[in-house]
């Protein structure tokens, strides 16, 4: 059975298209998640900072924010800027609490009364404990006149910067700030500023870092809303010194429409449990760095280099013939590793990897792998039914391209029972006819032999000429493949012969079909060159069958089976032929011919005189002559008898003959 097919030279290019095929996969996912989770990335990471270390109470504990709020402000003549002779009295009240620094997250970027600016740099400059006030700058939108006057009251004292970066995509607050220049000169932080006064000097310039806002906040909505003590500006003179003495105070403001921002609790939350001060903001910044905690973000080149990898293990994996519940299962481990990877990173606050990107290019990867995948078997499957829908039974197509029914490439050794024919005397009656009619002769009888083929579940091996080669046993497994052999060899016959009577009705003389069958072991498989292949089978067996079937013209029969064919046949009776010497052998086969239903119904006196009269030959019994001359006269017609009464005229004993010829 010949089939164009992809041989070992063309095996590497198609490898190589495989390879090429999951690269470029792996590049239009990895650009495809990479723009997908923009937007999604940032949400995941709220979630998982909820994981991260989050500073400790003890650090919490001293830490206290002061808020201006609308009471506040209510008790002023003015509401903006703030009072600063009520500033200059908090500073005074602060510091002589104890606190340990102090950070006025209120900007000072214009005059107001002049005694009260007076008495608010007074008390700054005369309070024991560090004060830092708020910097911004002409990048935060400050006029000319307000960036002089920074300069001129803030930029000689200690300050911070106070601008809080928001993300472009959604307007939270997830990132540590940066330090910032102006004017040639590098400014801290705000929060940076307030640690700088315990010693603490956080490294935060060496790429983006998560704020870790407290985790009891955003797990427990109930909870307080921060985790530091808040007091209302105006009731701070009452307060007992023990309560203020030690800490960090932040000085901020509490109100509606003022500094207030989006956080990650937003995620959780909703907006308006999300949104806060943002000297609340500052206070965890400032928690965060006294506590020594951060969690770096991995920067866009890890992320585009953990996404490509993620895509292209996907499509790699996906490239491997495993059943697909096997690359499923593989595809689960691994995204269940990098989950775990995910968490070990975050918990430990080692890094915030890229939590959406990687396994939505390694699902996208999976998918369209799997997509190819699809289209290249079922492009194989509808090959392999092309390649054998006129060669074998249509059960067996269905299950060679259902993969349920693997051909083992290279050839694999299998118990099979072999079939030849042969139309006599057409190479000489071709000779004489012109194409066309030559065409009508032999297309009719090799479809017809081909469909009786098909039909009894065999396998056409190849058509050379007039002759037909089939055989059973592969590619699927046939436990009565000399049952089946036998019953086709008969509607083979059957057919035949009509045939010829057909076409002499024509005035055409066509020989008979010479039908030979031998079982035993040959290697079947795939073999030939690089674009064309034969499912064929190689051994003893394909030549012995070869044998039988030109055996014939020296007995005088149409079809002739070997012992081994014989004896697994249970469906028809056989008589035996002689014990054949064939050309390449030096034992001899024993050798039969099998009974049509009829010939066995009609001619049983016959068949049972022929039988006995061959155990008689065989023996070396003198009257075998006689017996076989009584089969004669029984069935003048006989072409084994006739054979068999020369050979013993002629002097020869046994049932043994030798063949020179094929």
């Not at 495993?322 to 689960?332: Q, V």
């Not at 890229?354 to 998918?367: G, W």
């Not at 079922?378 to 074998?392: M, P, T």
Request: overall charge negative; glycine content about 8%.
């Amino acid at each position: 059975m010949r089939a164009p097919t992809a041989g070992p030279s063309a095996s590497a290019p198609r490898s190589r298209s495989r390879w090429q095929l999951a690269l470029m996969v792996a590049v239009v996912v990895s650009v495809f998640a990479l723009l997908a989770a923009a937007r999604l990335e940032p949400l995941a990471g709220d979630l998982a900072i909820n994981m991260a270390p989050a500073p400790p109470e003890a650090v919490a504990s001293r830490i206290a924010v002061v808020v201006v709020t609308e009471e506040t402000l209510a008790a002023f003549p003015y509401r903006s800027p703030i009072d600063r002779g009520f500033l200059a009295a908090l500073i005074d009240r602060l510091d002589a609490a104890g606190v340990r620094a102090v950070g006025i997250d209120i900007l000072v970027d214009q005059p107001s009364d002049p005694a009260k600016d007076a008495a608010f740099f007074a008390a700054m400059d005369r309070a024991r404990a560090p004060i830092t006030l708020a910097l911004a700058t002409s990048a935060d939108g400050l006029t000319e006149r307000q960036g002089a006057y920074i300069e001129r009251h803030v930029l000689p004292r200690r300050h911070g910067l106070i601008a809080l970066g928001r993300d472009e995509i959604d307007g939270v607050v997830r990132h540590l700030p940066k330090p910032g220049d102006n004017g040639g000169t590098r400014h801290p932080t705000f929060a940076t500023s307030i640690a700088g006064a315990a010693g603490i000097t956080p490294d935060n310039t060496a790429g983006s870092s998560r704020i870790l806002y407290s985790a009891r906040q955003a797990a427990e909505p109930d909870a307080p809303a921060v985790p530091f003590s808040v007091y209302p500006a105006h009731v701070v003179s009452l307060l007992p010194d023990d309560w203020l003495s030690g800490k960090y105070v932040l000085v901020g403001t509490d109100l509606p429409t003022i500094d207030r921002h989006p956080t990650p609790f937003v995620t959780g939350q909703g907006s308006e449990a999300g949104t806060i001060p943002g000297v609340i903001i500052h206070a965890h910044i400032l928690a965060q760095q006294l506590a020594g905690l951060s969690l770096p973000v991995a920067p866009p080149a890890m992320r585009i280099a953990i996404t490509g990898i993620a895509a292209l293990f996907a499509a790699c994996l996906f490239l491997l013939p495993w059943p697909p519940r096997w690359l499923t299962l593989c595809l689960a481990l691994a995204l269940a590793a990098w989950a775990g990877t995910c968490l070990w990173l975050v918990g430990t606050g080692s890094l915030l990897p890229p939590l959406v990107a990687p396994p939505l290019a390694a699902l996208a990867a999976a998918a369209l792998m799997s997509v190819s995948r699809w289209q290249a078997e079922r492009s194989e499957r509808a090959f392999l039914r092309l390649a054998f829908s006129r060669y074998v039974s249509p059960p067996v197509v269905a299950r060679i391209a259902s993969g349920r029914l693997a051909l083992a490439l290279g050839g694999e050794k299998r118990r099979v029972t072999y079939i030849f024919t042969d139309l006599e005397g057409f190479t000489s009656l071709s000779e004489k006819l012109p194409p066309g009619e030559l065409a009508d002769i032999l297309n009719p009888y090799l479809d017809e032999m081909c469909r009786l083929m098909t039909e009894h579940g065999a396998t056409i091996d190849k058509i050379i000429g007039d002759a037909v080669v089939g055989f059973f046993g592969a590619p699927d497994d046939d436990p009565e493949q000399e049952t089946h052999a036998v019953a086709l060899s008969l509607a083979l016959d059957t057919f035949a012969q009509g045939y010829r009577q057909q076409m002499a009705a024509r005035g055409l003389s066509l020989g008979a079909t010479r039908i030979g069958l031998h079982c035993g072991e040959a290697v079947i498989g795939n073999f030939g060159g690089s674009r064309f292949f034969d499912y064929t089978g190689i051994g003893d067996t394909v030549n012995t069958a070869a044998r039988l079937e030109g055996a014939n013209r020296f007995l005088g029969t149409r079809v002739l089976m070997s012992e081994t064919v014989a004896a697994g046949n249970t469906g028809h009776p056989v008589r035996p032929a002689a014990e054949l010497v064939l050309k390449g052998r030096s034992t001899p086969l024993p050798c039969h011919v099998p009974l049509g239903p009829d010939e066995d119904a009609e001619d049983g006196a016959s068949v049972d005189s022929y039988r006995n009269a061959y155990q008689l030959m065989a023996a070396g019994d003198p009257t075998a002559l006689a017996a076989f001359e009584a089969v004669l006269r029984q069935r003048p017609d006989d072409p084994l008898a006739r054979l068999h009464v020369k050979r013993l005229h002629d002097g020869e004993r046994g049932a043994t003959l030798v063949l020179e010829g094929k």
